[in-house]
């Protein structure tokens, strides 16, 4: 085993060396086309196409997945106002601990059943930006005196940039789609191809589709070569069985030739 002999062989290392790792690559799981979503468009156009394209091609049969990279989470962000909190007699632990109690998944049990123990819970969770807004944060008597938006400027927008990717120049949101094992490159690749082009036919023209390491343009020219080499191949033998047997020799021999491959 590999790993094993990785293990044997550490002790043999330099003390200053890096730890080595062994990690396991399966090609089946690898992209077989990049899409890139491109264009000089606001950052949160250029996502909603790239969520749109996404969701259409996860929907097709032989598709296992596609990786969105370049792209920013949204998020919402909380500027507090600390005279606000001050007139409330509010502190910012306080703020931070009210959203956090409201967002999280509530345990509720278990469910026995034939197929097995299943744990049950509660989805307390934000579903839209108006569920922080009218958060209550402080009450008297059971009356509502302030709410989120009361302390707080709450706006959508992006996690902070890491990483950045352009296409062609123009910022990018690129798409790793990845077929599923056993699956055709050739029409995979063609049907991810058919479905990006219908929906682009109803987005802006400033946001542009392009493709890149196609891996059926591969398999295409390794047939073509295939090809070429039999047709020649039949023509060759067919020039000397004809030299040397004739033509009726010739075209058996012709036509035998593609029936072997």
Same mark, same amino acid.
């Given at each position: 085993?590999?790993?094993?002999?990785?293990?044997?062989?550490?002790?043999?290392?330099?003390?200053?060396?890096?730890?080595?790792? *062994?990690? #396991? +690559?399966?090609?089946?799981? /690898?992209?077989?086309?990049?899409? !890139?979503?491109?264009?000089?468009? @606001?950052?949160? &156009?250029?996502?909603?196409?790239?969520?749109?394209?996404?969701?259409?091609?996860?929907?097709?049969?032989?598709?296992?997945?596609?990786?969105?990279?370049?792209?920013?989470?949204?998020?919402?962000?909380?500027?507090?106002?600390?005279?606000?909190?001050?007139?409330?007699?509010?502190?910012?632990?306080?703020?931070?601990?009210?959203?956090?109690?409201?967002?999280?998944?509530?345990?509720?049990?278990?469910?026995?059943?034939?197929?097995?123990?299943?744990?049950?819970?509660?989805?307390?969770?934000?579903?839209?930006?108006?569920?922080?807004?009218?958060?209550?944060?402080?009450?008297?008597?059971?009356?509502?005196?302030?709410?989120?938006?009361? *302390?707080? #400027? +709450?706006?959508?927008?992006? /996690?902070?940039?890491?990483?950045? !990717?352009?296409?062609?120049?123009? @910022?990018?949101? &690129?798409?790793?789609?990845?077929?599923?094992?056993?699956?055709?490159?050739?029409?995979?690749?063609?049907?991810?191809?058919?479905?990006?082009?219908?929906?682009?036919?109803?987005?802006?023209?400033?946001?542009?589709?392009?493709?890149?390491?196609?891996?059926?343009?591969?398999?295409?020219?390794?047939?073509?070569?295939?090809?070429?080499?039999?047709?020649?191949?039949?023509?060759?033998?067919?020039?000397?069985?004809?030299?040397?047997?004739?033509?009726?020799?010739?075209?058996?021999?012709?036509?035998?030739?593609?029936?072997?491959?």
């Amino acid at each position: 085993d590999v790993r094993d002999k990785v293990d044997d062989a550490k002790a043999e290392l330099p003390d200053d060396a890096k730890e080595p790792s *062994v990690n #396991e +690559i399966n090609f089946s799981l /690898q992209p077989t086309i990049l899409v !890139a979503v491109s264009g000089d468009v @606001p950052e949160r &156009t250029l996502y909603n196409r790239a969520r749109d394209l996404q969701e259409a091609l996860e929907g097709i049969p032989s598709v296992l997945e596609a990786r969105l990279t370049g792209q920013r989470d949204e998020v919402l962000e909380v500027i507090v106002d600390q005279k606000a909190l001050e007139t409330y007699n509010l502190s910012t632990a306080e703020l931070y601990s009210v959203v956090t109690r409201n967002n999280m998944l509530i345990a509720a049990g278990a469910h026995h059943g034939e197929a097995g123990k299943f744990s049950v819970k509660i989805p307390g969770l934000f579903q839209k930006p108006e569920d922080v807004f009218s958060l209550p944060i402080k009450s008297v008597n059971g009356t509502v005196v302030a709410t989120q938006k009361d *302390v707080a #400027e +709450i706006r959508r927008t992006f /996690q902070d940039r890491e990483a950045f !990717a352009l296409f062609n120049g123009r @910022p990018a949101i &690129t798409f790793e789609v990845v077929k599923r094992k056993g699956t055709n490159i050739i029409e995979n690749n063609d049907e991810v191809k058919r479905v990006t082009e219908e929906l682009e036919k109803g987005w802006p023209e400033a946001i542009h589709i392009s493709y890149a390491l196609d891996q059926s343009h591969v398999i295409k020219d390794v047939l073509q070569s295939l090809q070429d080499a039999v047709l020649l191949a039949i023509v060759l033998v067919m020039v000397l069985v004809v030299a040397a047997l004739g033509v009726r020799g010739g075209i058996l021999v012709g036509i035998s030739i593609p029936t072997s491959f």
